[in-house]
């Protein structure tokens, strides 16, 4: 399996000089780091090497040290494998995942000037028709499409959003402000910029009563075109709970990040998120979302809203200080909550990262103490699972899901909050890794970014990059990874008996496998921002 791939797994973008290289070796000679002049620089002994269960490879991350910057040849097996150490190796990769959401702006032409040759027209600008009266219609342009399609989806968008905001709030040195986007140069930072794009569409997106419409679709998912050809009707698609409590919970908080900036903006967000809160209390039937029919489009789907309530309260608790949210958030929390995870459908790591940074003690025994006790217990779980995986990947062998990154991303910024809660740099190696896997240190060789890394994924699942002519997929997204549990018949036949973090083809109608989405990018921006920060 994968015999012709290199014995050296690297982080194809390059490391840097303050912290140590790791790499992962499937040979079991030593490994010889020299110049490129053919000097020694250091022997490191390999060793046994253990079967990764995830790959069944056989291998093993080695820590090579600290290397002053410059250029490196890692040699073993009779492979060499050349990287380049650099003072900040990673701002280029952390920028192009923050533009990357540039690139899934609708409703607005990219001009050439910000986007080169990926420049399009406007897209999706007609006012959408609400699902169950179809005469009447509404504006709410703006927004990113989510994925690899061109919907628009209020849940996901609120989730992304935060991550971004978390991103600035504990990293905010590794967000650097040189992104060529429309409002660079505004005196706000550039990731405050883009996320407030996606802002300015979810408020579009509340029903009068305070609900929010689920998402922003078609009735059906388009073709490989072009955004600005896709001219088909879009329907504003009934509100959900689920929709309603992440824009609640994403509003209070941007309330208070754009608060300095632009107070107007920030009133205008907490109002909505209270007047979403207040729906929710009115409404406490919880009706899980299922796509009308006729609607074909991504359903975001979710058994729960406690999550999503919970995650509101404390928000809107750090907002407003008013303990009756305290009181809610209590209500919602329970002991078996997952508290790194940070995605569209279990939100509850976003509630415990508003307890954690934004709350603080003000939580008291509950919501802060034994929370920040269980926290941490996650944490080095999650390190522990590193730990057992050949190439320190933090994902058992039966997690290699759909979208395997997300939870890859979200273990990496879990292990990174505990360093920023804790202080302690003990798990910041474990951190590192996932970092590194995503850059090329994995069972496949593959950076799961596009525009970086000497192998890289080229045929993302995304419409623009599979339909605008050119050969390079727009730059600055991520792909969803390896999936063992593959959806479609035709990915299970090629995949079959392959292990999980093998299970992917870099082939376009391969969705299960390597679409792209915004709210995996935004979980790679913060791991790429914290990472960056320490190298300032
Ligand atoms: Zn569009």
């Not at 990293?171 to 140069?185: F, R």
Request: charged share 20%; aromatic share 10%.
């Amino acid at each position: 399996m994968n015999d012709s791939l290199p014995v050296i797994r690297i982080n194809q973008s390059g490391y840097a000089a303050s912290l140590p290289v790791q790499v992962a070796v499937l040979s079991s000679e030593h490994v010889v780091v020299s110049d490129p002049h053919g000097n020694t620089v250091k022997t490191v002994e390999t060793g046994n090497l253990p079967v990764d269960e995830a790959s069944e490879d056989k291998v093993k991350v080695l820590n090579l040290g600290i290397l002053p910057k410059g250029e490196y040849y890692i040699w073993s097996g009779g492979e060499s494998r050349r990287i380049i150490v650099r003072d900040d190796p990673w701002q280029k990769v952390t920028n192009a995942l923050i533009k990357g959401l540039y690139f899934q702006r609708c409703g607005c032409g990219l001009e050439e000037k910000h986007a080169g040759i990926y420049k399009h027209p406007a897209c999706h600008t007609a006012p959408a028709h609400i699902w169950e009266n179809k005469d009447n219609a509404k504006t709410v342009t703006g927004g990113w499409h989510d994925a690899g399609d061109y919907g628009k989806y209020t849940g996901p968008g609120a989730v992304t959003v935060a991550h971004m905001l978390y991103a600035y709030l504990l990293c905010g040195k590794g967000c650097s402000d040189e992104l060529n986007i429309p409002e660079s140069g505004n005196g706000v930072p550039d990731i405050l910029n883009e996320a407030r794009f996606e802002l300015e569409w979810l408020l579009k997106m509340q029903r009068e009563d305070g609900a929010f419409y689920h998402k922003l679709t078609k009735d059906h998912f388009a073709p490989f075109i072009m955004p600005q050809d896709d001219l088909d009707p879009e329907y504003l698609i009934p509100v959900s709970h689920c929709a309603t409590a992440a824009a609640c919970a994403c509003l209070a908080l941007s309330s208070r990040v754009y608060g300095d900036i632009d107070k107007e903006f920030s009133g205008r967000m907490l109002s909505a998120s209270l007047k979403a809160y207040e729906w929710l209390e009115k409404n406490p039937d919880f009706i899980p979302f299922v796509n009308p029919e006729g609607v074909r489009t991504g359903m975001y789907g979710d058994k729960s809203v406690t999550d999503e309530l919970f995650w509101a309260s404390c928000e809107l608790y750090a907002s407003t200080g008013d303990g009756r949210f305290k009181e809610s958030a209590e209500k919602y929390y329970s002991d078996d909550m997952n508290l790194s995870s940070y995605g569209w459908a279990d939100v509850s790591g976003l509630g415990a990262v508003c307890c954690l940074f934004e709350i603080g003690e003000k939580g008291g025994d509950l919501l802060y103490r034994k929370l920040k006790d269980r926290f941490i217990e996650t944490c080095k779980k999650i390190s522990e699972i590193s730990g057992k995986s050949g190439y320190g990947t933090a994902l058992p062998a039966n997690a290699y899901i759909w979208g395997s990154i997300l939870l890859i991303m979200s273990n990496a910024m879990s292990l990174i909050m505990y360093e920023l809660l804790t202080g302690d740099t003990s798990l910041r190696p474990a951190a590192l890794l996932q970092w590194n896997y995503a850059l090329g240190l994995n069972a496949l060789d593959l950076s799961f970014i596009t525009g970086f890394g000497e192998r890289r994924v080229m045929n993302i699942h995304h419409r623009p990059s599979g339909s605008d002519g050119i050969k390079d997929p727009v730059p600055g997204l991520i792909s969803g990874g390896p999936n063992k549990y593959m959806n479609f018949p035709q990915t299970k036949e090629k995949l079959a008996d392959i292990p999980a973090a093998k299970s992917f083809l870099d082939e376009l109608p391969s969705a299960d496998t390597n679409e792209i989405a915004i709210y995996w990018n935004s979980p790679a921006i913060f791991v790429g921002a914290f990472f960056s920060s320490l190298c300032k």
